[in-house]
């Protein structure tokens, strides 16, 4: 991944979680609540959570897979994750954090059983790669889940394009002190393959069995799940 890509989350880090909160209208709790009902993750599942970030993915998979169960957040900036600990113990939860590279990750082939990423793969220097090691790492018949931002279609189409473009790099930039930073957020988001043509790279990657999608408010966001091979 670029250092420009890591310093810029890194110099967020600290209001990130706020402002993701804020611009969202807290909405994104809800998208990885069902990603994690997507991905099938049961009692006992090992998952390991790619571009955590501050772990609020890892956490709910970690609220599902209970004590039974592990969970293993990675991102490849270490200022982001060394805000997660905090979060998984002010829930009373167990969860472990690595600095890794979702590209190059280092784990022996089919170790969990989901491997999941949220709003991280579009900041990746190759999608196509990430999904692979994403799915090496996993036991076959188990499970790749993404969830990433997409182009809404219709009457939100505008409304989302007003706010993404201006209003979001405006409030983020004014919280966070990095308006640079919430100008390429929606940049990448509005210019990453959504959809069907996101599954095409999931078909490129040629590791699944099976790829489904499910579209969360109205397009904001997707869901990709894959059945590893």
Not at 166 to 183: F, V
Request: aromatic share 10%; glycine share 10%; with cysteine.
């Amino acid at each position: 991944m670029s250092e420009k890509v890591r310093r810029m989350f890194a110099d967020i880090a600290e209001d990130y979680d706020r402002v993701n909160s804020i611009l969202s209208f807290g909405v994104h709790h809800g998208w990885r609540t069902r990603t994690v009902q997507l991905s099938g993750a049961q009692a006992g599942d090992h998952v390991l959570d790619c571009a955590t970030g501050t772990g609020d993915l890892a956490i709910q998979f970690k609220e599902k897979v209970g004590d039974s169960g592990y969970v293993l957040g990675t991102d490849f900036c270490k200022e982001m994750i060394e805000h997660a600990p905090e979060k998984v113990a002010e829930n009373n939860l167990e969860v472990d954090f690595e600095v890794a590279d979702a590209m190059n990750l280092p784990y022996e082939n089919d170790r969990f059983d989901i491997s999941s990423i949220a709003f991280g793969i579009r900041n990746v220097d190759d999608p196509v790669q990430a999904l692979k090691e994403m799915a090496r790492v996993v036991k076959p018949g188990g499970q790749v889940v993404v969830l990433e931002f997409g182009q809404p279609k219709g009457l939100i189409k505008y409304p989302y394009e007003l706010y993404s473009q201006y209003i979001m790099p405006t409030l983020g930039g004014w919280i966070s002190g990095n308006r640079e930073a919430y100008s390429y957020l929606p940049r990448t988001s509005a210019e990453f393959p959504a959809g069907n043509n996101f599954v095409e790279l999931m078909k490129e990657a040629g590791c699944f069995t099976s790829h489904m999608f499910e579209k969360l408010t109205a397009g904001i966001a997707y869901v990709y799940v894959g059945s590893v091979q």
